[in-house]
């Protein structure tokens, strides 16, 4: 399998992740290079879809896409941690074979003792909406719920995404 891995924000100075009891751009990148790690060691092939800076927000976000749709991957998998009032995981996903990918993601996610929040609907998001290939975004948990934070180990979350998205 060939994933587009693209591990949230991370982009100064415009696409900045959420800021809570941890950065999420930090968590992101722990978990994220940690999934694209995972994935190599099982022998798939790994587009990394982020770009390493832009000024402008809607730029960022369409480099990610562009990658992904001119590397032609098989599944795009945009890594983040929510923000605001709430616990838990939750993964959203547009199509219907992403959103069965997207379910063993939460659910593999909610092992480890988050909220399962479920597969939310995606159709509003310009990463899902533009990628031509099956793909859901990861909302591994609240930066700003202690309990959330609490739980937090990139080691352990990146097995579940990793669980997730190559059992078929
Ligand atoms: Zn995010």
Request: proline residues 2%; negative net charge; contains cysteine.
């Amino acid at each position: 399998m060939k994933y587009g891995i693209d591990i949230g924000h991370n982009c100064p100075p415009s696409d900045i992740g959420y800021v809570g009891i941890r950065k999420e751009d930090e968590l992101n990148k722990e978990v994220g290079v940690k999934v694209i790690a995972k994935l190599k060691e099982l022998k798939h092939e790994v587009v990394y879809c982020t770009p390493s800076a832009d000024s402008s927000l809607s730029n960022s976000l369409y480099r990610r896409v562009n990658k992904a749709n001119e590397e032609n991957v098989d599944l795009y998998v945009s890594i983040h941690f929510n923000g605001g009032r709430g616990d838990g995981t939750e993964v959203f996903a547009i199509s219907e074979s992403s959103k069965k990918t997207a379910k063993r993601v939460v659910d593999e996610i909610a092992q480890l003792g988050y909220v399962n929040r479920g597969v939310k609907d995606g159709s509003f998001l310009y990463l899902l909406k533009n990628t031509k290939m099956p793909a859901i975004l990861v909302e591994a948990g609240f930066l700003d719920s202690k309990d959330d934070m609490e739980r937090f180990n990139a080691e352990n979350i990146a097995n579940a995404i990793v669980n997730g998205i190559t059992t078929f």
